[in-house]
């Protein structure tokens, strides 16, 4: 049984942001964005990237919203989580998601929901 506790939890620490993805275009962005859906607090993830988004010749640039959730009510933290789990973390690392160069956070749309 779910405690009101919970589910209040829940609600309040419930967040939103917008980020872009730098990804190699050699790699299916739909299983990119599987891959950070499936991370630990995602709740929902977009693809809200325009056609008219500038692309590169083998890079593709995708703007994402992303609905999560905060434990410790610090979503800053949580954001910063995301990045490394996204991406690596040195040159030594492998890369964590396949195909993803880079992911950063617009910190203008973080907003509680």
């Excluded at 872009?20 to 790699?27: A, C, L």
């Excluded at 859906?37 to 693809?47: D, Q």
């Excluded at 008219?52 to 434990?71: A, G």
């Amino acid at each position: 049984m779910i405690k009101f506790t919970d589910i209040l939890t829940e609600i309040l620490n419930t967040y939103e942001v917008e980020a872009v993805i730098k990804s190699n275009k050699e790699q299916n962005i739909s299983d990119i964005l599987d891959q950070i859906r499936a991370l630990k607090k995602i709740t929902t993830l977009k693809n809200i990237t325009p056609s008219n988004y500038p692309q590169k010749d083998n890079v593709e640039y995708t703007r994402i919203n992303i609905k999560f959730l905060s434990k410790t009510g610090k979503p800053e933290e949580d954001l910063e989580e995301f990045k490394q789990q996204i991406t690596k973390s040195s040159d030594e690392d492998e890369l964590k998601i396949p195909g993803v160069i880079a992911a950063k956070f617009d910190m203008n749309t973080l907003r509680r929901l």
